[in-house]
Structure formats: structure tokens, C-alpha cells
């Protein structure tokens, strides 16, 4: 037997929510005016956040709150203070990224359901005891994991497990990418995310360019033909991405989704829609282990193919169109061959103006542009989006009222009515009297209790007892099935869910004695010896192709062996890591899963972790490396309160990913250990001309690190870290002794 499984949908204004609600969703989620990761949505205010709760609980649906951003020190009341006024609207749960803030979430507020946001980077069934111990309710997972690895999870926890199942995908693991932040400064992390991954690339081997069109954007994720086999796995809730999107594009794939999970066959009309709403092109993602995750041709809305360009004319800068397919005027277009389109203002046959077209037709648009082949894109259809919003429009009903009116000869009417549980009584005060000639009938009475259009409520069994020869006034019948009605919509929409405890304590953060010492983190072999012959801490990233040789050089040296585990540790690789942990060697730990192993141990918290915070650095109750998110500023303030290391030389990391360009280019699909990043050296290119090099790591995941190199001095009680990433032996022995003679003075 199939588990009941959340529709959960997104909504960036009350007009999405609206289409969510009456397409079938479960659950919605939104951003409010603050902490969340869409900042460029056009979100909820606090009173907007009022009213959302009371139309959805109203309607038997639960609102869920984003507030999955990094969160600055000096942050910390501004965002406490917007959760107390979340926690009073009685939303149904907050989204939450940041550890110290849901340490602070779950102290102060122990009965606010929590989930764990797809950006903690979540995708492996170890380390979740973490977040169990700390009482979350959900947790979204990462998207990158496969439908066998999401059974594993859903069986090893108590937790309720979220996946993504439509819309746009990232590139990058969710909570793991600074790419947006370092080039622009708007950081995916704290809900700015400009999209460059959308942008076009050049990919370059050896210091040649070999590929002048390199995509980094993914194609959207459709996983509709596979939902039994997600809720066969356990899944919780099925998550819609798009608090971005417009009402019709929610109200599409709810639609959808809803008719998929109930165990309708999808229709060609519904797919068509999602298809003209918004689409990249779909792809089943990394939970079906689809190959060709990016599409390589470009990065936009996609629509749907309905003509091809055949020719251009210069004197009336028309384009000329051969349809396969309907064209109306108030659609949009779009030119593939040189990726720009237009509304469709004027559209002739023939010399002649019409306002439609159809297969078959021969078509001229006016265009600027010359354009003189290629598909021709419909991503607008007039028609498609008049229909969803008669979708949304049309009466819904949401929940069923079983009504039973009782009559008793000079006694009052007495309306008992029963909904969801709750059970309501209306009794009028005018006596019922006998009837001089026709007594009221029993199915005129039922027939006008059954009169609930306009409301939300739907009828179930409808009675009536006692007296069959009473005169009923049909008016206060009327009157008492309004009443209670109201009276059932005040229960639901202003229900109380939350109630505050009295008794807190906050912990004190954590900072203990220790003198921490500048360390030097290597990512070669020819680096390790340099960093150790010049006298540093050292710990090198994990790499078991190279691990013999580390320990050799560690011992050559008389250092203890360091080692800086993965950010990303599926199942599959966790076993080999629990291996090299059994030995007495030093760890900086970048996911919960080896904090979960190694927490009683002396470790090293990574950037892994993004802590920006004093908070969340004294979560964990170790040294942490601060983020790349944390300005000079922040770390010294932060450093007051818990043991922190500041990054004083490197190059940060702004993506890791399970897509890789280089496969990409050259076999059009991931192909694991093709074997072509061991050959060349790899870098892409920007629109700006800014080279990024690109790494490649045992498990063929591909890490794309930033232009530019974090340089700063190092500072006196503030513990540094060099980090060495693309830096050849003289290059790393030259940067090496000048931090080293800084480190000495």
C-alpha cells in the first residue's frame, strides 16, 4: 500500500498561492520580507503572512516559512525577532539553513516544526542523527541524490524526507556554491543569487579554447512518470520549485503533480502547459541518474518548437515563419538560432494582417534582428494562459460538512454540523410550532442544507430528526446554515498552533583555552612537502588515488598525518572514510556525516559548514575555518566568542558539482572517469574574459574555483590558513615563506 504522500508547492505572491491552493497542493511554501533564498522574488510582508495562513488553514492546507539564509552576528535579533512574529501568524513551519539559528529556533520555540533546507546539503543516510537529537521534523534533500539513495535515507531516520520533483535545478550542490557571491557579490547563500551558472562559457585546454558555447545551466527536473517508485521509497513531500514563477505556471504543475500522485494518467493538454509556462528543456535529474543533465544549447525558457525561420526580409525587417503549429497574436516567440525573441504584435499572411495562424501556415513577424533559419519557440500562449487562470478561478471545495438539523415541536431548531472532527452546534431561539396545514418536508429542509456554493465546504451526510410535522421557516434554516459555517471557517482560519514556553536557556558560546596555530591546506603531493619542509601544520584533501604517498610524505616530515574529508560524502563513500578515521590522523570535516563520526574528536570544522556566525560556530563546540561568505570585519567579531581560523591566502572554491563540462564537451553526457581531466588542464571563461580553473576529484566531481585569490594579511590572535590549490612547487614555496616570516613575527 502506497504511502500518503504532501503536494508541496511554491508561491512568491498571494496570486500563486491562490493557484497552489486550488489546484491541489498540500502544503506551500513562501518567503517572507526577510531571510529568505529568493531576496528577488516578490515574497510576503508579515501581514501578507497573516492572511496567507488563514486563506490555507481555512482551506486544510499548511504554510511553511523560507528563512534559508546565512545569518550574520549582528542579524541575529533582526531575524529572532521576525521568527516570533512568523511563530505568532501560526505558520506550520520554517525552512531553515543555518545551524546556529536552528539551535536558537529549537530553544526558543520547541514547538515550531523545522526542516532542514536543501541548502544544509543534505544526501547521505549517516550524520542524520544530528539533526534527530535536535528535534527537525523534515529535511530537504539534496538534489543531486538518486532514487536508491533516497529509499536508504527514508529508511534509516525518523525524520520525514522532502525531494525536489519539478523545476529548476542547480548546478552546484545546494548550500555549497559562492559563485554568485564572488563574482558579483551576490551570494547564493544569503538569497542573491544572480545565476551565473546561466551563463555562457568558454572551456579552455591547455590555454586553448576548445569549446566557444560551454553551458553550466541544467535542464529543469520532471520526475511525473516516476512518482510511485519516489513514494515507494518513502518519500514525504514532493516539492515544486518556483517561488519565482508566475500563478500560471503553479497552477500548471500542481495541477499536474496532483492528478499524477492520485493515480491519474497525465494528459497531453497538462504536459503541454508546464511545457509553455516555463521549461528548460527536462530531464529526469540525478534521481534517475540522467546523463545529459544540461541540454548545451542554451539557457532560457525553451516553450514549445512551433516553426522554423526561412527567411529574412532587410526592407521590412520581417522575419518569415513555416508553422507546425498555432500562433496567436499576444504569444511570444522566440529565435533559437540567435537565442532573442518578441511579443507577436503584428502577424501576416500573405501581405495581409490576421490575428491567428495555424499549421501549416507561412507567417511574417516583424523582427529587428535579421534572422534567416533556425526553430522558431512559442514561450507565451495567450491561449494556455487564459485556460489556467479559468482553472483557478472555477469554485473549489475543500472540506466536507455533514449537517443534521434536529426538530422537536415547541422546542428551538437545533443545527449540529461536523467537519474534519470538529464538531459545532447552532440552536435558535424561536420555538418550532405545528403545523396548521403542510408541515415542512424533510427533503426541502435537506435540499436547503445542502446549499453550501460559494464556500469551501463541500456537502457530506445531510439529516434531519426528530418532528416530521413541524412548520420550519425555510429563512432561519438559511440563517443557521450560515452560521455554523462561520463559525467552522473561524475554527480553521484562526486556529491556534503554537504556544510559548516559558522556560529558556540559552546556552553561553562556546570558546575554550587552546592556542590555535596557522595551518596550510595542500591539494598536491609536490605542495605537502613544500608546506612541511617549511615547517607548517599541514593537512592535504583527501584523495585516495594519492593516500600512500601522503602518509609516506607525512612521515618523512615526523608530522601527523591531515587530512581535509570531502564536502560531499554519498553513501558509497562513506565506508572507505570511516577506514581512514580508525587511524590517529588529524581532520578537518566538511559534512555532518563525518562530524557525526569524528565529533568527539579533536577536528577541525571546514567551510563546508558555511559558519558565519558565533552561534554556529559554537554548535559544533570546535575550531572552524569561517566561511567564504565572512568578511575580515565579521571574523574578528566572531572570533570574540568561539575559535575560529581566518582564510588569509587561496582560491575559494565556488562550486562543486556532479556535472562536468569536460565529459560534456566531449561525449555530449556525463561520462564517468572518462579519463580527459587526467590528461589537461582545464579552465572556463566568462563573458568578461576571467579565467576560472577547474578541478576534478576521485569521484568525478567537478570543483570550479574562483578567478581571483583570497590575499590578505594575517592578523595577531586571529588563526590563518593558506590554502594551495592550483599553485605549482615555486609558485607554493614562494607564498609559503612569506606567511611563514609573517607567521614568525
Request: some cysteine; hydrophobic content about 35%.
Amino acid at each position: 500500500m502506497m504511502n500518503k504522500v504532501e503536494l508541496l508547492a511554491p508561491a512568491g505572491d498571494f496570486d500563486s498561492l491562490i493557484a497552489a491552493v486550488s489546484q491541489g497542493a498540500n502544503a506551500i511554501y513562501i518567503g517572507g520580507p526577510l531571510f529568505g533564498a529568493r531576496a528577488y522574488a516578490h515574497n510576503f510582508t508579515i501581514e501578507d503572512i497573516h492572511h496567507a495562513v488563514e486563506y490555507a488553514h481555512l482551506r486544510g492546507v499548511r504554510i511553511f516559512v523560507t528563512v534559508n539564509t546565512l545569518i550574520y552576528d549582528e542579524e541575529i535579533g533582526q531575524v529572532l525577532d521576525y521568527i516570533k512574529q512568523l511563530y505568532e501568524a501560526q505558520v506550520d513551519a520554517l525552512l531553515i539553513q543555518d545551524i546556529g539559528l536552528l539551535n536558537l529556533v529549537r530553544t526558543l520555540y520547541p514547538d515550531l516544526e523545522i526542516h532542514i533546507s536543501t541548502q544544509m546539503t543534505l544526501h547521505s543516510p549517516y550524520g542524520l542523527d544530528y539533526f534527530e537529537r535536535l528535534g527537525v521534523k523534515r529535511i530537504v534533500l539534496s538534489r543531486e541524490c538518486s532514487v536508491e539513495e533516497i529509499k536508504t535515507i527514508c529508511a534509516s531516520t525518523s525524520m520525514e524526507v522532502e525531494v525536489f520533483v519539478h523545476g529548476a535545478l542547480c548546478v552546484c550542490y545546494s548550500g555549497q556554491c559562492h559563485m554568485s557571491g564572488n563574482i558579483g557579490g551576490r551570494s547564493g547563500n544569503r538569497g542573491q543569487c544572480a545565476q551565473p551558472c546561466r551563463l555562457k562559457y568558454q572551456l579552455v585546454e591547455d590555454g586553448h579554447i576548445i569549446g566557444d558555447k560551454t553551458y553550466l545551466s541544467p535542464k529543469d527536473l520532471m520526475v511525473l512518470y516516476h512518482i510511485d517508485e519516489l513514494i515507494d521509497a518513502g518519500v514525504a513531500s514532493f516539492k515544486i520549485e518556483g517561488r519565482m514563477k508566475k500563478p500560471e505556471y503553479v497552477a500548471a504543475a500542481v495541477r499536474t503533480y496532483r492528478n499524477a500522485i492520485d493515480h491519474k494518467e497525465p494528459q497531453p493538454q497538462d504536459i503541454l502547459d508546464l511545457k509553455q509556462m516555463f521549461n528548460r528543456d527536462y530531464t529526469t535529474g540525478w534521481i534517475f541518474n540522467d546523463p545529459r543533465i544540461v541540454a548545451g544549447d542554451f539557457s532560457g525558457h525553451h516553450g514549445i518548437i512551433i516553426g522554423q525561420a526561412i527567411s529574412y526580409s532587410k526592407k521590412f525587417k520581417t522575419v518569415r515563419i513555416k508553422l507546425n503549429g498555432d500562433l496567436k497574436q499576444g504569444d511570444s516567440i522566440l529565435f533559437e538560432e540567435i537565442d532573442a525573441g518578441r511579443p507577436v504584435n503584428k502577424m501576416m499572411i500573405k501581405g495581409k494582417l490576421v490575428n491567428s495562424a495555424q499549421k501549416g501556415d507561412i507567417v511574417d513577424i516583424e523582427f529587428n534582428q535579421p534572422v534567416y533559419k533556425g526553430n522558431v519557440r512559442k514561450t507565451v500562449s495567450v491561449d494556455t494562459i487564459k485556460r489556467l487562470q479559468g482553472y483557478i478561478n472555477e469554485p473549489h471545495t475543500f472540506r466536507m460538512m455533514d449537517l443534521t438539523l434536529d426538530i422537536e415541536i415547541g422546542k428551538p431548531m437545533k443545527l449540529t454540523g461536523t467537519v474534519d472532527g470538529s464538531i459545532k452546534t447552532i440552536i435558535d431561539d424561536t420555538p418550532i410550532e405545528e403545523a396548521s396545514k403542510q408541515p415542512t418536508s424533510k427533503e426541502r429542509l435537506i435540499q436547503q442544507l445542502k446549499k453550501m456554493g460559494g464556500t469551501i465546504y463541500h456537502p457530506g451526510i445531510i439529516d434531519v430528526t426528530g418532528d416530521e410535522n413541524g412548520f420550519v421557516p425555510i429563512k432561519i434554516v438559511n440563517e443557521m446554515r450560515r452560521n455554523i459555517i462561520q463559525e467552522f471557517d473561524d475554527e480553521f482560519a484562526h486556529k491556534i498552533i503554537h504556544k510559548p514556553s516559558d522556560d529558556i536557556t540559552l546556552k553561553a558560546p562556546y570558546k575554550s583555552d587552546k592556542t590555535l596555530e596557522t595551518i596550510v591546506i595542500v591539494s598536491t603531493i609536490e605542495q605537502l612537502k613544500i608546506a612541511l619542509s617549511e615547517g607548517f601544520k599541514t593537512y592535504i584533501s583527501y584523495d585516495a588515488r594519492i593516500l600512500n604517498k601522503c602518509l609516506d610524505c607525512f612521515a618523512a616530515f615526523n608530522q601527523q598525518p591531515g587530512f581535509v574529508l570531502p564536502r560531499i560524502v554519498r553513501a558509497g563513500d562513506y565506508k572507505a572514510l570511516c577506514r581512514l578515521t580508525e587511524n590517529d590522523y588529524r581532520f578537518i570535516v566538511n559534512e555532518f556525516s563525518m562530524y557525526e563520526k569524528l565529533k568527539d574528536r579533536d577536528i577541525i570544522i571546514g567551510t563546508g559548514f558555511n559558519v558565519i556566525n558565533s552561534y554556529t560556530s559554537s554548535a559544533f563546540a570546535h575550531p572552524a575555518i569561517i566561511s567564504y561568505e565572512c568578511d575580515h570585519d565579521h571574523i574578528v567579531k566572531i572570533n570574540q566568542y568561539s575559535d575560529v581560523y581566518e582564510i588569509v591566502y587561496g582560491r575559494d572554491e565556488n562550486m562543486i558539482s556532479e556535472h562536468c563540462v569536460i565529459s560534456q564537451h566531449y561525449f555530449k553526457e556525463k561520462r564517468p572517469h572518462c579519463g580527459q581531466c587526467q590528461k589537461h588542464k582545464y579552465q572556463l571563461i566568462d563573458h568578461k574574459g576571467a579565467y576560472y580553473p577547474i578541478k576534478t576529484d576521485e569521484h568525478c566531481r567537478m570543483h570550479i574555483l574562483n578567478k581571483s585569490i583570497r590575499q590578505i594579511p594575517m592578523t595577531k590572535n586571529l588563526p590563518s590558513v593558506i590554502i594551495l590549490t592550483t599553485e605549482n612547487s615555486k609558485q607554493a614555496e614562494s607564498i609559503l615563506k612569506i606567511y611563514h616570516k609573517n607567521n614568525l613575527e
